[in-house]
Nanobody, 128 residues
């Protein structure tokens, strides 16, 4: 059974960097052909895909967040990490990590059915 667990600070000040780590158990993040993804859901809004790092260490970032987003991994710890810099209150959301068993070829790449395992989510608030 694969399990994902997000960890990181729940409060980040504006203009700072939001950093979250997803620890994976029950399966390796280097196993073909999985896409280890970060998503978020702002209050009152729909789910949004932030980006992913795949089994071969390739990354993809949402065009809306490109330039502020970095996703990296530590294979020795079986973790992948999100860094989102220059945050504003609009980055306040519940952040999720999830595993996709295939690449997304549809318009809505945040659709829940695309992902077979999810973390429980972690609330991040951007505020001074």
């Amino acid at each position: 059974q694969v399990q994902l667990q997000e960890s990181g600070p729940g409060l980040v000040e504006p203009s700072q960097t939001l950093s979250l780590t997803c620890t994976v158990s029950g399966g390796s993040i280097t196993t073909n052909f999985y896409y280890w993804t970060w998503l978020r859901q702002p209050p009152g809004k729909g789910m949004e895909r932030i980006g992913y790092i795949d089994y071969s260490d390739n990354t993809y970032y949402s065009p809306a967040l490109t330039g502020r987003t970095t996703i990296s991994r530590d294979t020795s710890k079986n973790q992948f990490t999100l860094h989102l810099n220059s945050v504003t209150p609009e980055d306040t959301a519940v952040y999720y990590c999830a595993r996709a068993p295939a690449p997304c070829y549809i318009e809505d790449c945040a659709a829940r059915w695309l992902y077979d395992y999810w973390g429980q989510g972690t609330q991040v608030t951007v505020s001074s």
